[in-house]
């Protein structure tokens, strides 16, 4: 069996930001004893030979779990699927200090990721972000002193007031902290959230500005030396998200904590969006979600990478003969690419390849 990936959910956050569709909850009193299901939820794969080479606290904010329950949550790891490699930890600017940094480096956190958003103090503001640019800065200059090697930062592009000249400035900006990896996502409004309640979109650019914003993003940051690698992400040299690429690439993972979804076993399934049944149900809330893997699944996430999908690879001949012929149109218009049997989409393609997509894997 291939070492998995292990992602765990940690639902907490000091306040909700406009934007944010996640399930979180303003609920730290909860902390602990949430700390203490996702162990035993762990706990149920002891013995089963399930080794993993990659972690990923995400949330909501991690970096409000103690020292202590960060290192507990890394322990467990480590007992039950005998955990090396990549060991990723999200973080918030403002939520932590040089000690806080030290104690989870020491306790196995070897990647930091930075909710950063933008590189200007309004724009964080506007999108109800805790931190100033200040706070990004330092927290940076921490990390590093804390023996932190692998930082990213993440962005985000086509929010409310951003213009082409300060999406440079936040640019400029990141890039001068010279994280090893950037996340930069656009931004989108989902039903529900306070930003579209408020009609937010009337305070960000039109959908072809953004589209610019997009590809100015790209842009300058290859010519930082952070290069594309997923339709979001860049990193230097060797610096690749390890973790992430495991969902691009159809690998296997395992999630733990309300809200988190799992592939294993040839099986999607998830936690309810529910703390309150993921701490008292004995299933810990699972949901099936039907199964998973298949060849359209994998081209579709495999396609979200620059490097995108070995045509040759494909086992159903008749399928991979078909989405050469319906890609050629999209290659024609530079949407897409095909280099020595890899068919990928180019930047332009990724800002449209939803619906390219619906086309290439219709039935």
């Not at 480096?105 to 200007?120: D, E, K, L, M």
């Not at 640019?133 to 940076?140: D, F, G, P, R």
């Not at 050469?324 to 393609?349: C, D, H, V």
């Amino acid at each position: 069996m291939q070492p998995i990936g292990i992602y765990i959910h940690v639902p907490f956050c000091r306040s909700k930001c406009g934007y944010c569709d996640f399930y979180s909850l303003t609920r730290e009193d909860l902390r602990e004893i949430y700390v203490k299901r996702v162990i035993e939820e762990i706990y149920t794969y002891e013995n089963k030979g399930i080794t993993a080479d990659t972690l990923f606290l995400g949330g909501g904010t991690p970096s409000l779990l103690t020292e202590s329950e960060v290192g507990r949550l890394v322990d467990a790891c480590r007992q039950i699927f005998s955990l090396r490699g990549e060991t990723t930890m999200e973080a918030n600017p403002d939520s932590v200090s040089l000690s806080y940094l030290k104690a989870i480096q020491n306790a196995g956190i070897n990647r930091i990721s930075f909710g950063a958003q933008s590189g200007v103090d309004q724009e964080l503001q506007a999108l109800g972000r805790r931190h100033s640019t200040e706070q990004i800065k330092q927290a940076v200059i921490w990390a590093r002193e804390a023996g932190l090697d692998n930082l990213s930062l993440d962005i985000m592009v086509g929010i409310p007031y951003q213009t082409s000249e300060t999406l440079k400035t936040t640019l400029d900006f990141m890039t001068e902290l010279q994280p090893e990896h950037l996340s930069c996502y656009l931004l989108k409004i989902e039903e529900g959230t306070p930003f579209y309640r408020q009609h937010a979109e009337n305070l960000c650019a039109d959908e072809d500005r953004t589209a610019d914003f997009y590809l100015q993003t790209v842009e300058m940051l290859q010519n930082s030396g952070y290069f594309q690698y997923e339709i979001s992400n860049f990193s230097k040299i060797g610096y690749k998200s390890q973790h992430n690429l495991k969902y691009w690439r159809c690998k296997e993972y395992l999630g733990f904590g309300a809200a988190a979804h799992s592939f294993f076993g040839g099986k999607r399934f998830y936690h309810s969006a529910s703390i309150e049944e993921y701490l008292t149900l004995p299933d810990f809330a699972i949901v099936p979600d039907g199964d998973g893997g298949g060849i359209d699944e994998q081209i579709l996430l495999q396609l979200r990478l620059c490097e995108g999908v070995n045509v040759e690879t494909i086992p159903d001949h008749t399928w991979a003969e078909q989405l050469l012929i319906r890609s050629k149109k999209y290659q024609k218009a530079g949407f897409m690419q095909l280099n020595g049997g890899r068919l990928a989409f180019t930047p332009e393609g990724f800002l449209v390849s939803n619906k390219i997509l619906a086309e290439l894997l219709a039935d």
